[in-house]
């Protein structure tokens, strides 16, 4: 297994939070909801696994009208999902090369 | 793993990011925050001929309200964008382009229509509204760039 590839970070609820929260900075907590398709909920115990590990940070509006919470990566959070975006591509890359005791490549 | 189950991981990635970009650019510089915010411009660089108080109340309004309006965008956007030196140096690039546009309307103002420099009817209005309008219609061509930097900055692509 790729050293980088992080099994904590694999696991398709969190990898989906993680992949929305990427391309920005704070994104609305409804918004990451609707994107993957989950409950308030499922994805409230998601975002603590994740704050506990010290991938995300949270933060609540001080609105009391339109209280809204942001999420967004931390420094540690972002580096992790890059590590796991590569071991990713690198376990496809591999899996493209032609073996080394495989025949020949046809002249 | 195997490199199917990595390859679908990597489409979900992609598509996930996909999704939250969309939603980026589809609120970088909204209409509405475009509108009320050159209105905002227009008070404060006509303001500059007016007498005190009135002076310093639309100065102030104009200011207030530009200020307002961009956090209220800030804060009101579901999906906030890495602010990038680039990004601030497009933002802050503007204001000395525009202060161009204001000083060609005074001018224009008094070659053509002999306007005085004080008072509401003067060579700032025709300076704050050349200025105005320039700030509206180039705000197509900072929304495309900043799309272009928010793409370029945010996050790492996944093939």
């Given amino acids: 297994m790729d050293p980088q590839f992080d099994e904590f970070l694999h696991v398709p609820a969190r990898l989906s939070v993680v992949a929305v929260l990427a391309p920005a900075d704070w994104v609305d907590f409804g918004f990451v909801r609707d994107a993957i398709g989950t409950s308030d909920s499922a994805l409230s115990k998601q975002v603590s696994a994740l704050a506990g590990a010290g991938y995300v940070e949270v933060h609540k509006g001080q609105d009391k009208r339109a209280r809204r919470t942001y999420v967004r990566l931390t420094p540690a959070g972002r580096l992790a999902f890059q590590r796991h975006a590569a071991a990713l591509e690198r376990i496809v890359a591999l899996s493209r090369m032609p073996a080394p005791d495989g025949p020949p490549p046809p002249e | 793993m195997n490199p199917q189950d990595a390859q679908a991981s990597l489409n979900q990635i992609r598509a996930f990011q996909d999704k939250t970009r969309k939603e980026m650019i589809r609120k970088i510089f909204p209409w509405s925050f475009v509108i009320i915010s050159a209105l905002a411009l227009f008070a404060m660089f006509t303001s500059i001929d007016l007498d005190q108080p ?8 104009g200011l207030a309200v530009f200020i307002g309006v961009g956090l209220l965008y800030s804060l009101g956007v579901s999906v906030q964008p890495k602010p990038t030196l680039p990004m601030i140096g ?56 900043i799309t272009w930097i928010a793409l370029q900055a945010n996050g790492p692509t996944v093939r």
């Fill in chain 2, 54 to 61: 009135w002076k310093s109340i639309a100065n102030g309004l």
């Fill in chain 2, 90 to 145: 497009v933002m802050i690039g503007v204001t000395p382009f525009l202060f161009v546009f204001f000083i060609i309307g005074r001018i224009v103002g008094f070659a053509l229509f002999g306007l005085p420099a004080h008072g509401f009817l003067s060579q700032a209005m025709v300076g704050g509204a050349l200025a105005a309008v320039v700030y509206i219609a180039i705000m197509p061509v900072a929304r495309r760039i």
